[in-house]
């Protein structure tokens, strides 16, 4: 039994990596979930904030590169790898540490981190002597600065209305609608057809307009990401589809599909696939005629503070992400007391 436990330790290897191309909330979670699901990967942690992860792993089951691939094939992202010496020490930091060991700073480091706190006293020290020992300024300062200080308390309470500041939108009958027109709560999902996020959160919407019915509705709005090649394509395909009145069956089409990968040659098939008359489809999808109203769409977003996708607004308040379904459920319910 000890010789097998040696074995176990033997084969486990571990690689540290920075992710570059992270544009997306909620990025960084599914990455940890796909890289757990893969045989033979023990242990993952990525940083939220460096976007730095290691994963622990068996190499007789998985191979550096089948873990590198995984996550560059979940959203086009590139792998970093970031190699062990002493230049990443304060990197090695931030991540688990198998062995359980902790770094013990030579006597150098220390007299270095005790001289930074013995500049800090200092610079306190000089800001006390002249806080209490310089003479006070004249009135006319002392009422300057009331004015201002009182600038500053309504910046500061007009500041939580900005940050909750809700978006406004302008709901035609030419927007993609699904659900009832006149419901009370309006999701406005800015979305891309290659982005694995919103392929996740698709069945979520699908729930919400199931559990409410008539009081809440959705509209699709376009936000291809640069860095997913068919995302551009595969929404003026969802817009010429729309032509023919099936952007919904479309869209479902797109999203159920993901997966597998997209092209142009399935864009052309999906349409034939749901009846659409394959001629009037082609010429519109190779034509580009859409291509501006979806830049429109793009723009919009952008205007509103759209950095990534998936990105929902819920009557006006952002948010941002493949939130779970409670998320939203909670928004709703709060929305419709």
Request: proline share 3%.
């Amino acid at each position: 039994m000890v010789g097998n436990n040696i074995n176990e330790i033997k084969i486990m290897q571990k690689t540290k990596f920075k992710i570059q191309g992270i544009k997306c909330d909620n990025c960084l979670l599914l990455i940890e979930e796909k890289l757990k699901s893969k045989d033979g990967v023990v242990k993952v942690k990525v940083d939220q904030i460096s976007n730095k992860g290691v994963v622990i792993y068996d190499k007789q089951k998985i191979d550096e590169s089948d873990i590198y691939k995984t996550i560059e094939e979940i959203g086009g992202f590139k792998v970093e790898k970031i190699e062990d010496g002493i230049k990443n020490t304060e990197d090695n930091a931030n991540y688990d540490n198998p062995s359980g060991s902790r770094e013990i700073k030579s006597p150098i480091e220390k007299t270095s981190n005790n001289r930074g706190v013995y500049a800090v006293i200092a610079v306190f020290a000089i800001i006390f002597l002249l806080v209490n020992f310089i003479p006070k300024a004249d009135t006319g300062t002392q009422i300057s600065g009331s004015v201002q200080n009182n600038q500053q308390q309504v910046q500061q309470q007009d500041q939580p209305a900005k940050q909750a500041g809700l978006q406004t939108f302008s709901i035609t009958k030419d927007d993609h609608i699904r659900g009832n027109i006149n419901a009370t709560v309006t999701l406005v999902e800015f979305s891309d057809f290659e982005c694995p996020f919103c392929e996740r959160i698709y069945p979520t919407m699908n729930q919400i307009l199931k559990d409410y019915k008539d009081k809440v509705r959705l509209v699709y709005k376009h936000f291809p990401l640069g860095f997913h090649p068919n995302a551009q394509k595969a929404a003026e395909a969802s817009e010429c589809a729309s032509d023919q009145g099936k952007f919904w069956e479309y869209h479902d089409k797109i999203f159920e599909n993901q997966p597998s990968g997209l092209s142009l040659e399935k864009f052309k098939q999906w349409a034939k696939d749901l009846g659409l008359n394959s001629g009037k489809f082609n010429d519109c999808l190779d034509s580009g005629k859409y291509a501006q109203k979806i830049q429109t769409d793009f723009q919009e977003g952008s205007q509103k503070g759209v950095n990534g996708t998936p990105a929902t607004f819920i009557n006006g308040q952002l948010v941002s992400g493949a939130l779970p379904y409670d998320s939203f459920k909670q928004i709703i319910d709060n929305l419709l007391k």
